[in-house]
């Protein structure tokens, strides 16, 4: 008997290990194959200059459009996104708290539009473009990414409201707080992390994401100078090059994914170091 | 834990297995406290569901004195501590009925100041939940909520809490580092002192020393026994000995009902009903 559950123990133990190690050598393998291919593609000019006559017959220009075209409307989304799902996060778990059916019903809601995929909020936003009147633009992009961002925010950053214990709640209320006290002040400090890391999911699925931009964002060589000009975006720019036959161009694209995996590294690192002080305080 | 499982098992047997049937059995549990009685419960019923977790409770909290609510767990006196402050709003599922009333106030009544109401109770629950942020912060946030924001009374009164609880000397060097590092003990003496600065003229104790080590435990219990000078305390428990240290008056509770109640003098040496015989021969 002893025997059996030590070989258990050891037969998991190896799983883990295995699994563990394949997901690290896959995530290795895939940031190989874009650094590998786009290296020599890589350079100043790549990230400092709009696309020159020529830039996709292989001649000379950046992508500087398409990466600022996404930050702008990554976070332009991002910050729609927040505005619009804080004040449903923290209702979900303080001011409804009590209305248990209410809440369920909003994230089984949330969960479908989780679900959805993006190319049908893209077609949703084209459809909503052609009532508002719009063309494609910044504007009609991050709207669209806004709708397609906010049910991952909120579920994300409710999945660690919840984790806030009873106890620390009716400390608040004892104290003679009101509700949005405690949602704005005890809650969202408690579950700072959490937000963060919701954020961070939120802006990866908005700058990630192609086929929400592909019919509202447009494409453009410049970088919009107003909501209302289209504007370009990596994941579009990495489709467009990656289908063209020259091999420069390809290589290039593989430098915009390259470019587009760092910028979301590098925000995630800085948003992480910055609210490392915040979580001394939390139980 | 065992222990109480057996009690209920055997006070089971000896009302024919029937909880129930304990109802009216012991009709003479008047208070008889010759203070004015600052909370005064009438005919209060708590429901959840098909289940009565509070049977027709009537009972006087008596002022400046020090009320222990003892009973087995899952008797119902941690609802009714809850029911003070009206933390049981939270649970949608509790159905009130009947009169809580402080200062001749009902605490119940719909059009009743929550804020007032609770600012006029402190609690102590089980485990401290110091606010996620400084030790500082966390008694001047109440003070904050009440509208006291001048620099100098905050820092005042912090400094005045923290020594109430005999924390100043051990936290006066890091006042504004995480409460979250202090320990179990001195975490429990911040959310102490925490809801003494919002001035309350109760102090609710929901088996405040469980999670707590024997000394840090201790120095709650003498705490408490210098707050009962200016503060009414009520102090739920299961713990006999900490009953018999600490209380004025114990409210002996079973299944939702009172069973009996005195000083601990009636209630350790001169029992009436035979389900608090029980409880006090299972010893603690």
């Given amino acids: 008997m002893q025997k059996r559950k030590l070989l258990e123990e050891q037969f998991f133990l190896w799983l883990m290990r295995i699994v563990t190690l394949s997901i690290i050598l896959v995530f290795l393998f895939i940031m190989g194959v874009i650094i590998k291919k786009g290296y020599h593609a890589m350079s100043w000019e790549m990230i400092s200059q709009e696309p020159q006559g020529g830039f996709y017959f292989g001649k000379g220009g950046g992508i500087l459009n398409a990466i600022v075209g996404s930050l702008y409307l990554a976070a332009g989304s991002t910050f729609c996104a927040l505005l619009l799902g804080l004040p449903v996060a923290l209702g979900m778990n303080v001011h409804w708290v009590t209305k248990t059916k209410f809440v369920g019903a909003i994230r089984f809601l949330l969960n479908a539009l989780w679900g959805v995929p993006s190319i049908v909020f893209g077609a949703f936003g084209f459809a909503l473009m052609a009532y508002l009147q719009i063309r494609a633009s910044l504007l009609a992009g991050i709207i669209t990414v806004t709708l397609f961002i906010v049910p991952i925010f909120i579920r994300a950053f409710d999945e660690v409201l919840r984790t806030v214990p009873q106890g620390l709640m009716e400390a608040a209320y004892s104290l003679g707080a009101n509700r949005t006290q405690i949602a704005f002040i005890v809650f969202f400090r408690q579950a700072l992390p959490g937000f963060i890391t919701a954020i961070l999911l939120a802006f990866g699925r908005g700058i990630g994401d192609a086929a929400s931009v592909l019919f509202t964002a447009g494409y453009t060589d410049h970088i919009p100078q107003t909501v209302q000009d289209p504007t370009a975006t990596l994941p579009l720019a990495i489709f467009f090059q990656l289908s063209s036959p020259i091999p420069e161009v390809k290589a290039r694209a593989y430098a915009a994914a390259l470019i587009l995996t760092a910028i979301i590294l590098i925000i995630s690192l800085v948003s992480r170091l910055s609210t490392r002080r915040f979580k001394k305080n939390i139980l | 834990m065992s222990n109480s499982s057996t009690i209920i098992d055997q006070v089971q047997q000896v009302n024919g297995g029937e909880a129930g049937a304990t109802s009216g059995a012991f009709p003479n549990t008047s208070v008889q406290t010759s203070d004015s009685p600052i909370l005064q419960i009438r005919d209060f019923n708590v429901q959840a569901g098909d289940t009565r977790i509070l049977k027709d409770i009537h009972l006087d909290i008596p002022k400046g004195k020090i009320t222990v609510l003892l009973g087995p767990s899952g008797c119902g006196k941690t609802t009714l501590l809850k029911c003070l402050n009206r933390l049981s709003d939270l649970h949608p599922s509790l159905k009130v009925k009947g009169q809580i009333l402080i200062d001749g106030e009902d605490i119940f009544h719909p059009t009743q100041d929550l804020t007032t109401i609770r600012q006029k109770m402190g609690l102590l629950s089980q485990r401290p939940f ?66 003494l600065a919002v001035g309350p003229e109760i102090i609710l104790a929901d088996e405040p020393t469980s999670a707590l080590d024997p000394i840090s435990s201790r120095k709650i219990e003498e705490e408490f026994l210098r707050l009962k000078e200016d503060y009414t305390l009520i102090v739920v428990t299961h713990i006999l000995r900490q009953a018999k240290r600490l209380a004025d008056h114990i409210v002996f509770m079973y299944f939702g009902e009172i069973i009996e109640q005195g000083t601990p003098d009636e209630i350790f040496n001169h029992p009436k009903s035979d389900i608090l015989k029980q409880y006090l021969q299972s010893g603690h």
């Fill in chain 2, 130 to 195: 110091p606010l996620p942020m400084s030790i500082y912060k966390n008694i001047a946030y109440g003070l904050k909520i009440k509208g006291i924001r001048d620099k100098k009374v905050v820092k005042e009164k912090v400094e005045k809490h923290l020594r109430d609880v005999g924390l100043w000397e051990e936290v006066k060097d890091r006042l504004h580092g995480p409460a979250a590092r202090l320990s179990i003990g001195q975490q429990q003496r911040l959310c102490l002192a925490r809801g």
